[in-house]
């Protein structure tokens, strides 16, 4: 059974996942600021007020969520964010060899080891960005959560590995039979159309912790 507290949990957790308070993930949705303040989540009478379908179909569709990922969410934050720990490299270093399988998952004993709220990916994985390319969407020092296991969609924040070992976070713009476009967080740095062929692997961004 689905509660109202796990519901409104989710949609914190689905705000913070993305970096965004509750206020700018509304108003990211083109809905009113104020949708999922806590001050909306009773009636006057002291009565639970579940969001809309229809608000919940907005923030899912402009944050590339899945409903399979919100359910993940809503039982993660019913766990009130039990804690694991993750694999954690720099994102330089993830060119090198043996640290990740041909299907991009994490592999070999080169990794740290962080505390992460739970995710619903057991093989996430974490970044720490390094440098200044990649301002002002990430920063040197953030640490960026990925999972190999999330379906890619355009629009989506990616890593991406060539198969000449270069490892970037890029944004998702387009995705052909023959081509990746994607598109750089700093705009001193042009985009890039990649062919398949040199795409090692690409996976999803969950969040960062700044």
Same mark, same amino acid.
């Given at each position: 059974?689905? #509660? ?29 600021? #104020? %949708? ?6 009773? %009636? ?11 608000s ?9 969520? #899945? ?8 039982r %993660? ?34 990794w740290?080891?962080?505390d ?15 440098g ?14 990925v ?15 060539? #198969?000449?070992?270069?490892v ?7 995705? %052909? ?22 795409i ?11």
């Amino acid at each position: 059974m689905i #509660t109202h507290e796990q519901i409104w949990r989710a949609i914190d957790a689905l705000a913070k996942r993305e970096g965004l308070s509750v206020s700018a993930l509304a108003k990211r949705a083109g809905l009113d600021a #104020t %949708t999922f303040n806590k001050s909306k989540r009773i %009636t006057a009478k002291g009565r639970p007020r579940w969001p809309s379908s229809e608000s919940l179909a907005k923030i899912l569709s402009c944050t590339n969520t #899945t409903l399979d990922e919100f359910a993940a969410l809503m039982r %993660t934050s019913h766990r009130r964010y039990v804690r694991v720990r993750i694999p954690l490299i720099g994102l330089a270093q993830a060119g090198g060899g043996g640290l990740f399988d041909d299907g991009g998952f994490p592999v070999g004993g080169g990794w740290e080891e962080i505390d992460c709220p739970g995710v619903a990916d057991e093989n996430a994985y974490a970044l720490r960005i390094t440098g200044q390319s990649m301002e002002p969407v990430y920063r040197a020092g953030d640490v960026i959560i990925v999972s190999p296991n999330s379906q890619v969609r355009p629009g989506d924040r990616v890593v991406v590995r060539l #198969t000449g070992g270069e490892v970037m976070a890029k944004l998702l713009r387009r995705r %052909t039979a023959k081509h990746v476009e994607l598109v750089s967080f700093n705009p001193a740095h042009p985009p890039r159309r990649e062919p398949l062929e040199r795409i090692h692997w690409m996976a999803r961004i969950l969040w960062v912790s700044q």
